[in-house]
């Protein structure tokens, strides 16, 4: 059985067991979530899409860890002679999915 989940702005096609990287959530690591944006269910003998969700559908994970991706550099150089040079880690949330309900 698999879902399509919404959280943080994307989609995402989960299964049970599976590990993904999503935007920051709140929680601290060996704690629980619960995704109810599901927006599609399938796997089973026919799929149930949502319009925009599916009404009773649950995907629970562990968070695994919470930490921050690599830094990407933004380098910029003018021709008069100066440059700028900076950066950022953007955090994310390391879950496994658990369970599939719907």
């Given at each position: 059985m698999y879902a399509v989940i919404r959280t943080g702005g994307k989609q995402y096609r989960v299964a049970e067991g599976d590990v993904l990287r999503i935007e920051k959530v709140s929680g601290n690591v060996g704690t629980e979530v619960t995704f109810n944006?599901?927006?599609?269910?399938?796997?089973?003998?026919?799929?149930?899409?949502?319009?925009?969700?599916?009404?009773?559908?649950?995907?629970?994970?562990?968070?695994?860890?919470?930490?921050?991706?690599?830094?990407?550099?933004?380098?910029?150089?003018?021709?008069?002679?100066?440059?700028?040079?900076?950066?950022h880690r953007q955090p994310y949330t390391e879950v496994k999915v658990t369970s599939i309900s719907g």
């Open positions: 944006d599901v927006l599609m269910l399938g796997g089973s003998d026919s799929p149930k899409v949502g319009q925009p969700t599916v009404s009773g559908a649950k995907v629970v994970g562990k968070i695994l860890a919470q930490d921050k991706h690599r830094k990407v550099l933004h380098f910029r150089k003018e021709k008069e002679g100066w440059t700028r040079r900076r950066g």
